[in-house]
């Protein structure tokens, strides 16, 4: 398909009902966008406006910063309109495989407040493959003993499209001694067979030419071809015959190279060496060997169930004269819990304030394992005893959360281990840790080493001498826990108090403002005033205060 029909088919929307945003300290959404694209759109094509669909409006785009956290970028969240853009080629084929339904799971996620959304794109598959074969020509011998009605098993072409995009049926050329049958496997795979209509004489035509055609479903549907060349050979007697016509055989993913997988067996009535039999492949792909004189068929390389799940083979029984026989070998590979989960943090948290609620998301954690199956399911925990729990969102994927309340002053950081567990037999699990930080909030309030001071000042002291020292304490950490002193009350007016006492701001050192002279008062026998010292708050409208009272006799009586 061209890139300009490419770009006219827009990715198709279902539309998700979607509930307005949560704050911050919400659970994330569990509700899905879900869109449809074909595959192979160009770059920059838009899928969907998924800051629309979120229910996010253009104004808030610049502080949301939208985005897909994803390891694989095929996706891109524009910044200016929020539309989901497609930012590399797709090839479902290269994503997928042969996979009947291909889904990528994404995660969307927005910050002020931090959220993120489940989004799923379905590719579709376009009819972008022709059928191939292998060879651009293969040979046939057939006897000219041969009856009518004989069938012969014909190389198969690979189409990498799937559903009706993929391989449909096969056509021959014209030729009035054979003719075509289409044939299907169990698993729904077509396949060709070649039948003899009529008898064959050598001396007439000793060589036929004939063109194999696969077609596939696409429309207009794509096709491919390769020359079948028939020899016809002197009568031989009898042809071998194989003791099945399909052999099955399951075998597990970590056999070790060099293993026997099975042994096919053919037997010809003939004597001499028209009885004896030769065995080969008609493709052999390198991944099995076959003996020629045994028939036994051995694993060449490693297996991989997460790459090929099954292998059909085509062997082929010649004996002396030239007549053949055909058998399939049909390999299933059995999966092995051999992938350990793969454990993944997005939008961590780089700082957590100490006073952040219970059920505050910190983090999302996606977990992959390779394997199928039971072998490919996982659990997730956390080790050890922390102020943080799991929580989980869809497949595979979690929430890191808070789930008590946090202090600083008492632990500062946590290192947070986390490990993911399939459910193989035996399991394999994998661990992954990150340090979290909790920080400091003015959550103390300074406290004074004594409620009250009693200080004695002679009645000559000189003026600018300190009197008195006072003390408070913070445990918060920075500016939150630095103290300073002033004085807020006294039983003397503010501007009296002043000319003659202050107090060091930074050290809380309490100095005499003029020289000291006793007074007695007919009302007051040793008067002296009541000051009040506090820690004036640090930062306006958060900052805590502590209070003591400081008593100072010596100051003359009229005070």
Same mark, same amino acid.
Request: net charge negative; proline share 5%; glycine share 6%.
């Given at each position: 398909m061209g890139s300009g029909a490419v770009q006219r088919r827009r990715a198709e929307r279902r539309p998700v009902l979607f509930p307005l945003l949560l704050s911050l300290f919400s659970p994330a959404l569990s509700e899905q966008i879900r869109y449809r694209m074909p595959e192979e759109m160009p770059t920059g094509s838009v899928v969907g406006n998924l800051a629309k669909d979120l229910g996010f409006s253009v104004q808030e785009l610049p502080a949301r910063k939208l985005r897909i956290g994803s390891e694989k970028p095929y996706f891109t969240v524009s910044a200016e309109s929020g539309e989901l853009l497609v930012s590399s080629r797709l090839d479902r084929e290269r994503v997928c495989g042969k996979?009947?339904?291909?889904?990528?799971?994404?995660?969307?996620?927005?910050?002020?407040?931090?959220?993120?959304?489940?989004?799923?794109?379905?590719?579709?598959?376009?009819?972008?493959h022709s059928p191939e074969f292998t060879h651009i020509s293969f040979e046939l011998q057939i006897s000219e003993s041969a009856q009518p009605g004989t069938r012969f098993i014909l190389e198969v072409a690979e189409d990498a499209d799937i559903g009706l995009n993929s391989l449909q049926n096969y056509k021959?050329?014209?030729?009035? $001694? +054979?003719?075509?049958?289409?044939?299907?496997?169990?698993?729904? &795979? =077509?396949?060709? %067979?070649?039948? *003899?209509? @009529? /008898? !064959?004489?050598r001396e007439q035509q000793s060589y036929h030419r004939l063109v194999l055609t696969a077609l596939d479903g696409g429309n207009p549907p794509l096709s491919g071809t390769?020359?079948?060349?028939?020899?016809?050979?002197?009568?031989?007697?009898?042809?071998?015959?194989?003791?099945?016509?399909?052999?099955?055989?399951?075998?597990?993913?970590?056999?070790?190279?060099?293993?026997?997988?099975?042994?096919?067996?053919?037997?010809?009535?003939?004597?001499?060496?028209?009885?004896?039999?030769?065995? $080969? +492949?008609?493709?052999?792909?390198?991944?099995?060997?076959?003996? &020629? =004189?045994?028939? %036994?068929?051995? *694993?060449? @390389? /490693? !297996?991989d169930f997460e790459e090929i799940k099954e292998y059909s083979?085509?062997?082929?029984?010649?004996?002396?004269?030239?007549?053949?026989?055909?058998?399939?070998?049909?390999?299933?590979?059995?999966?092995?819990?051999?992938?350990?989960?793969?454990?993944?943090?997005?939008?961590?948290?780089?700082m957590i304030l100490e006073n952040t609620v219970p059920g505050t998301l910190i983090a999302l954690i996606k977990i992959h394992d390779q394997?199928?199956?039971?072998?490919?399911?996982?659990?997730?925990?956390?080790?050890g005893k922390?102020?943080?729990?799991?929580?989980s969102s869809s497949k595979n994927s979690y929430k890191l959360v808070t789930d008590s309340n946090l202090d600083h002053e008492l632990t500062p950081e946590y290192n947070v281990t986390i490990t993911a567990t399939d459910r193989g037999k035996p399991p394999l699990s994998s661990s992954k840790s990150v340090t979290l930080y909790i920080a400091d909030v003015n959550d103390n309030a300074p406290v004074f080493?004594?409620?009250?001071?009693?200080?004695?000042?002679?009645?000559?002291?000189?003026?600018?001498?300190?009197?008195?020292?006072?003390?408070?304490?913070?445990?918060?950490?920075?500016?939150?826990?630095?103290?300073?002193?002033s004085i807020v009350a006294s039983d003397l007016e503010p501007r009296t108090l002043l000319s003659y006492v202050s107090v060091s701001a930074?050290?809380?050192?309490?100095?005499?403002?003029?020289d000291s002279e006793r007074r007695c008062s007919p009302t007051k026998k040793n008067s002296a005033p009541d000051l009040h010292l506090r820690k004036p708050p640090y930062i306006p409208q958060t900052g805590f205060q502590a209070a003591t009272r400081f008593h100072s006799t010596g100051i003359p009586a009229f005070l």
């Open positions: 996979r009947p339904a291909c889904v990528l799971e994404l995660e969307a996620v927005a910050e002020d407040p931090l959220n993120f959304y489940h989004v799923s794109v379905e590719i579709e598959d376009i009819n972008d021959l050329s014209p030729n009035p $001694s +054979f003719s075509l049958i289409n044939k299907e496997k169990q698993d729904g &795979s =077509k396949y060709p %067979e070649l039948v *003899l209509d @009529k /008898t !064959l004489d390769t020359e079948l060349r028939i020899q016809v050979t002197d009568a031989n007697d009898n042809s071998p015959v194989f003791s099945q016509e399909v052999y099955r055989v399951s075998v597990p993913e970590n056999m070790a190279p060099g293993t026997s997988v099975l042994q096919v067996s053919a037997t010809d009535q003939d004597e001499g060496v028209n009885s004896e039999i030769t065995y $080969s +492949f008609q493709r052999t792909g390198q991944v099995f060997s076959l003996n &020629s =004189k045994s028939g %036994e068929i051995i *694993l060449q @390389k /490693t !297996l083979l085509v062997v082929e029984g010649r004996d002396g004269g030239g007549l053949v026989a055909q058998c399939t070998v049909d390999i299933s590979i059995q999966d092995e819990n051999d992938n350990s989960p793969e454990i993944t943090f997005h939008s961590l948290l780089e394997d199928s199956g039971g072998n490919g399911e996982v659990n997730c925990q956390l080790e922390v102020p943080f729990k799991i929580i080493n004594q409620l009250s001071y009693l200080v004695y000042v002679a009645e000559n002291n000189p003026s600018g001498v300190s009197i008195a020292q006072v003390s408070a304490s913070d445990p918060d950490l920075g500016p939150n826990g630095q103290v300073s002193y930074q050290s809380g050192v309490v100095f005499a403002q003029r």
